[in-house]
């Protein structure tokens, strides 16, 4: 079935620096990619979508700046966290929707912490 | 507005016993309803899912029925495994998105 690899599952960073995530579809193209996070005892909120070769759509609240989100290729997707903080620590997941397929498959999600 | 309120967690059980993990939901128009599992260390996976009123979406021997009166799609099974153990979530999709909107997850540990 249609999978998303997501890298890397946890990290731990100093305040003020930046965090990579990446998220890969493996064995199919992924127009679209969903950045969600959650905070502890919350739900998964919806961030941004990305749009490979275009900008990402991010929601309400959602800094762009700090969220950097490149959709550079049809199978990979990068969240960066800039100038990380210790309110910028929780769970971050991606998902992409299969094409041809009315369903979503997500990543295995990254635990950040900022220390 | 969009939203899933999920029973807290974490859930213990021993093994067989049955499971309830209740699932309502706010939502304009009508959506679908989700449950997704996350086993550790793996990525979220659809376990069922319903796409109108009275629907039962069922898989594994988990059932969820959509109940449009209660706004409810509870979470079943009859008889769980140690297998079983990992954190669910209940999830809606409105009719016209692709977004989707999740309860905060519940963490279930099954011991033999």
């Known amino acids: 079935g249609a999978v998303v690899s997501q890298h890397p599952s946890r990290v731990i960073c100093k305040s003020g620096t930046s965090v990579k995530i990446e998220c890969r579809s493996l064995?199919?193209?992924?127009?679209?990619m969903f950045w969600y996070r959650q905070f502890p005892k919350q739900s998964l909120m919806l961030m941004a979508t990305?749009?490979?070769?275009?900008?990402?759509?991010?929601e309400q609240g959602v800094e762009k700046d700090k969220f950097l989100i490149n959709h550079a290729s049809l199978t990979l997707s990068t969240l960066t966290v800039t100038s990380a903080h210790p309110e910028d620590s929780s769970f971050y997941i991606c998902?992409?929707?299969?094409?041809?397929?009315?369903?979503?498959?997500f990543g295995s999600g990254t635990r950040l912490t900022v220390v | 507005g969009n939203s899933v309120t999920q029973m807290e967690g974490p859930v213990t059980l021993s093994e067989e016993a049955f499971l309830t993990i209740n699932c309502t939901y706010t939502a304009t128009g009508y959506p679908s309803l989700f449950w997704y599992v996350q086993y550790p260390g793996e990525g979220l996976q659809l376990l069922l899912k319903a796409t109108k009123a009275d629907d039962k979406g069922s898989n594994k021997g988990f059932e969820a029925t959509y109940r449009k009166e209660t706004t409810s799609f509870h979470l079943e099974k009859g008889s769980v495994q140690v297998s079983d153990s990992a954190v669910y979530f209940c999830a809606l999709s409105p009719f016209d998105g692709n977004q989707f909107y999740f309860g905060t997850g519940t963490s279930l540990t099954v011991i033999p």
């Open positions: 990305s749009n490979e070769g275009s900008k990402a759509t991010y």
């Open positions: 064995d199919f193209q992924a127009t679209t």
């Open positions: 998902s992409a929707r299969v094409p041809r397929v009315l369903g979503y498959t």
